[in-house]
């Protein structure tokens, strides 16, 4: 069940990306940031009232944590990454979102404790040779003049390492903080941030000649990604080490680079296909590397005690 919800939340953040192109065809990248994470803080707004007693008895170390994520981890890199998706594409976000998982395992490792194994380095390696190729088509634009994308790409790549501190900052605090609660204080801590920041730009009056689809990919954005994904990242992380998380990552590219070509009409080209492959040699490094940690019967053993229920 674990694995199959580290797939799922995966594949709906590699969703994400494609998603954002369509509403960008309709919103700015400020309009959008705020909208998104309004609509999200409406989903989330009756679960942090119905837990006001449990948050009320939370550590300032765990607001501390929270505050960081919300800010450092989620609304930043959002706002970098609609940002840089604008100069650049979706399936460039969804690729160079492969920097996340390796500052994962590297934070993790300094900071968090956690024991770099061979198998867990295979499954890294090969993830991030696979998003670079995509991202790169090849050696050849490494070496090469910078595009006029650069700028574009440099903000995606920084949106990944940023992502990172989503799940280095938040698994200390899932030591204490319901997984639920967690993803919804975070969220409503981001928008605030974000509507301090874009409410003076917000052009509200453009919002309504947006369109049907970028309406429809801001709800999807809202309620697939920042709820039921969020949500579902951090049940995950309240069980298991950031770092066998961060290995399905790489889920995302292939997601975001099959629904870039499907609904932005952005090329796969051989590169593509190929740097596909090594991110799902990855994505099988990292699913034995949990089987071998699993106990009796295919259930993962327990990082933790459950964080404590309400009374």
């Given at each position: ?14 969703s994400t990306y494609p998603a ?105 390696a090969a993830g991030f040779c ?162 071998a940690s699993a106990g009796v ?15």
């Amino acid at each position: 069940m674990t694995a199959f919800l580290l797939v799922l939340t995966n594949a709906i953040g590699g969703s994400t990306y494609p998603a954002a192109g369509v509403v960008l065809r309709g919103f700015s990248q400020k309009d959008a940031l705020f909208l998104r994470l309004a609509l999200a803080s409406v989903l989330f707004s009756p679960f942090v009232w119905r837990a006001r007693r449990r948050l009320s008895r939370l550590r300032e170390r765990d607001w501390a944590l929270m505050l960081g994520v919300g800010v450092l981890g989620y609304a930043l890199p959002l706002g970098l990454g609609l940002y840089g998706q604008s100069l650049s594409s979706a399936t460039s976000a969804s690729l160079l979102i492969g920097v996340e998982p390796v500052s994962i395992v590297a934070l993790s490792c300094l900071f968090l404790g956690e024991r770099m194994t061979a198998l867990k380095g295979a499954a890294l390696a090969a993830g991030f040779c696979g998003a670079a190729l995509i991202a790169f088509q090849g050696l050849s634009p490494i070496f090469g003049a910078p595009s006029g994308r650069l700028v574009g790409d440099l903000l995606l790549a920084a949106q990944g390492a940023f992502w990172s501190l989503y799940t280095v900052l938040g698994k200390p605090a899932l030591e204490r903080v319901e997984p639920m609660d967690m993803t919804a204080v975070t969220t409503l801590i981001a928008f605030a941030a974000t509507a301090a920041w874009a409410a003076p730009g917000l052009s509200a009056s453009a919002w309504r000649g947006a369109g049907l689809g970028p309406w429809a990919a801001l709800v999807y954005l809202a309620a697939g990604g920042s709820f039921f994904g969020a949500w579902i990242w951090n049940a995950v992380l309240s069980r298991v080490e950031p770092s066998r998380s961060a290995n399905y990552i790489f889920l995302q590219p292939l997601v975001g680079a099959a629904l870039g070509a499907g609904l932005l009409g952005e090329r796969i080209t051989g590169w593509t296909a190929a740097g596909g492959v090594l991110v799902a040699a990855g994505m099988w490094a990292a699913s034995r590397g949990e089987a071998a940690s699993a106990g009796v019967g295919g259930q993962l053993a327990p990082e933790r005690e459950a964080p404590q229920q309400a009374a």
